[in-house]
Nanobody
Framework: QVQLVESGGGSVQAGGSLRLSCAAS?????MGWFRQVPGQEREGIAA????????YYADSVKGRFAISRDNAENTAYLQMNNVGPEDTAMYYC??????????????????????WGQGTQVTVSS
């Protein structure tokens, strides 16, 4: 069992930046970030193959967000730049011991993910 703990959420003005962190208690082959707005489905936005460093992004964040990982610390990061009100959501860290392909992590159903963090709220004001 791997525990995930997110941090770094908060309030930011549109056009600003925020960095989320996710500390994992153990190694997994992939880590990712999802977000969810009340009443909507959880959306995969970014993922990384922790071995190769290969990444994949949803179109909604491509070019603005960047996922990275510090393997020595088992920590993943999501650098969020040029945020807008549409980025307001609860952000969840995800990790999986089997799904290595980051595109599969982002584009597949959230139900396929093994480990989840508790979530951290990001609110963007215009």
């Amino acid at each position: 069992q791997v525990q995930l703990v997110e941090s770094g959420g908060g309030s930011v003005q549109a056009g600003g930046s925020l960095r989320l962190s996710c500390a994992a208690s153990g190694y997994t082959v992939s880590m990712g970030w999802f977000r969810q707005v009340p009443g909507q489905e959880r959306e995969g936005i970014a993922a990384i193959d922790t071995n190769s460093g290969k990444t994949y992004y949803a179109d909604s964040v491509k070019g603005r967000f960047a996922i990275s990982r510090d393997n020595a610390e088992n920590t993943a990061y999501l650098q969020m730049n040029n945020v807008g009100p549409e980025d307001t959501a609860m952000y969840y860290c995800a990790a999986d011991p089997y799904l290595r392909n980051p595109a599969t992590v982002v584009r597949g159903p959230p139900s396929q993910i093994t480990y989840w963090g508790q979530g951290t709220q990001v609110t963007v004001s215009s």
